[in-house]
Nanobody, 126 residues
Framework: QVQLVESGGGLVQAGDSLRLSCAAS????????MGWFRQAPGKEREFVAA????????TYADPVKGRFTISRDNAKNTVYLQMNSLKPEDTAVYYC???????????????????WGQGTQVTVSS
C-alpha cells in the first residue's frame, strides 16, 4: 500500500554533511506521519527523528539534536533528513518509516509505524 525508497547515503568523513531522502508512493502522503530510524551493526534499531503529517511537529533523539533536521515536502511525497557534523557513531543503516494517521503527532516508537523502506547505508570515517 505504501512504498518507501531511501536514497542519499554514502561514505563521508567526520564533520561532513549528508542529506537523506525518502520518497513515498501513494496520493495521500499528507496523511503519513514519517520517521527516520537507524541500525548500527550489532545494535538494535533506534529512533532518530520524526515529523507529523503536516510538519507542525518534529522530534529528535538526543544524540542527533542540533545536528540533524527532518523535513518534508508533501508536494513531492518526500521526507528528508539533513545530517550535519556527522560523527563515526552515526554510522548505521538509516530507514524511513510511515504511519497513516489522522492526528498531527510525531511518533518515536518503531512499533508506531506500519511501513518501512529498505534502508540506506551511512558510513562516517574518523
Amino acid at each position: 500500500q505504501v512504498q518507501l525508497v531511501e536514497s542519499g547515503g554514502g561514505l563521508v568523513q567526520a564533520g561532513d554533511s549528508l542529506r537523506l531522502s525518502c520518497a513515498a508512493s501513494g496520493r495521500t502522503f499528507n496523511s503519513y506521519a514519517m520517521g527516520w530510524f537507524r541500525q548500527a551493526p550489532g545494535k538494535e534499531r533506534e529512533f532518530v527523528a520524526a515529523i507529523s503529517r503536516g510538519a507542525g511537529s518534529t522530534t529528535y533523539a538526543d544524540p542527533v539534536k542540533g545536528r540533524f533536521t527532518i523535513s518534508r515536502d508533501n508536494a513531492k511525497n518526500t521526507v528528508y533528513l539533513q545530517m550535519n557534523s556527522l560523527k563515526p557513531e552515526d554510522t548505521a543503516v538509516y530507514y524511513c518509516a510511515a504511519r497513516i494517521t489522522a492526528w498531527g503527532s510525531a511518533y518515536v516508537k518503531s512499533d508506531d509505524y506500519g511501513y518501512w523502506g529498505q534502508g540506506t547505508q551511512v558510513t562516517v570515517s574518523s
